[in-house]
């Protein structure tokens, strides 16, 4: 089976920054040789990207279905759902973006991002590990 997401993103505007999913989407990962969903019905922000690095990291573009699975992946339902620690949720995050072509450095650059926020945020939290 080859890699990459299935279908396209399809979403509805809920207002603000607030959209709902409305249709499965489907990445095959070839890295870890399965199917992942981020589930119709969940609702995301897409890329929550700091306002400071914006100017090189658009919210919209090419990395948008790797970062609403990642949203969903990083919530208890989507790690429980699609059985991913946080590492494999970025992992799959970079994978999504490799495939759907983003610039190799952009791509590095949001990767470094949320394993960075990932590490910031389990320092803080007694009892989970960050794996």
């Known amino acids: 089976m080859k890699a990459g997401f299935k279908n ?21 990962s070839a890295k870890y040789d399965r199917e992942f969903v981020a589930p119709a019905g969940m609702e995301t922000d897409l890329a929550s990207i700091p306002s400071i690095a914006q100017s090189f990291c658009n919210v919209l573009g090419r990395n948008i279905r790797s970062a609403v699975l990642h949203d969903w992946n990083c919530t208890p339902e989507g790690k429980k759902a699609n059985k991913v620690t946080q590492r494999v949720t970025d992992n799959l995050f970079l994978e999504g973006m490799k495939l759907d072509e983003v610039r190799f450095g952009k791509a590095r650059i949001m990767y470094a991002g949320v394993r960075g926020f990932q590490r910031i945020k389990y320092a803080f939290k007694r009892g989970e590990s960050y794996g």
């Open 8 to 28: 396209l993103l399809v979403l509805k505007h809920l207002g603000g920054k607030t959209f709902r999913v409305t249709q499965d989407l489907v990445f095959y």
